[in-house]
């Protein structure tokens, strides 16, 4: 299970954590993605960790470049996503998602999204408003 959370409204500038709490099965074996789903959008890869190494994937954007940071403890079985300088076209709802793979190769690159993967918390809104 993995539950996100984290979300909230923010000024533009201004900056969120977003936690993912996994439960039933231990985060230093697999990989997790975050993703986002903007309204009237397609949802999208953000970034993905895997918890044994923390080696880190970010899909890339011009708009994120730079702002965004993915950072995994074990200890707590939680992902986290930092989001610095929001913009208001981060305005989304942000998900945690596994394959319950050791590779974040198989949910997303560099370039995207390879697949969706099969398990998804329920996610945490993101509105960047002034």
């Known amino acids: 299970q993995l539950q996100a959370s984290g979300g909230g409204l923010v000024q533009p500038g201004g900056s969120l954590r977003l936690s993912c709490v996994v439960s039933g099965f231990s985060l230093q074996y697999y990989s997790i993605g975050w993703f986002r789903q903007a309204p009237g959008k397609e949802r999208e890869g953000v970034s993905c960790?895997?918890?044994?190494?923390?080696?880190?994937?970010?899909v890339e954007s011009e708009s994120r470049k730079g702002r965004f940071t993915i950072s995994a403890d074990n200890a707590k079985n939680t992902v986290f996503l930092q989001i610095d300088h929001l913009k208001p076209e981060d305005t989304a709802v942000y998900y945690c998602?596994?394959?319950?793979?050791?590779?974040?190769?198989?949910?997303?690159?560099?370039?995207?999204?390879?697949?969706?993967?099969?398990?998804w918390g329920k996610g945490t809104q993101v509105t960047v408003s002034s």
């Open positions: 960790i895997y918890g044994k190494d923390g080696s880190a994937i970010y």
């Open positions: 998602a596994t394959d319950l793979l050791d590779s974040c190769s198989t949910i997303m690159t560099k370039k995207g999204v390879v697949r969706h993967p099969d398990w």
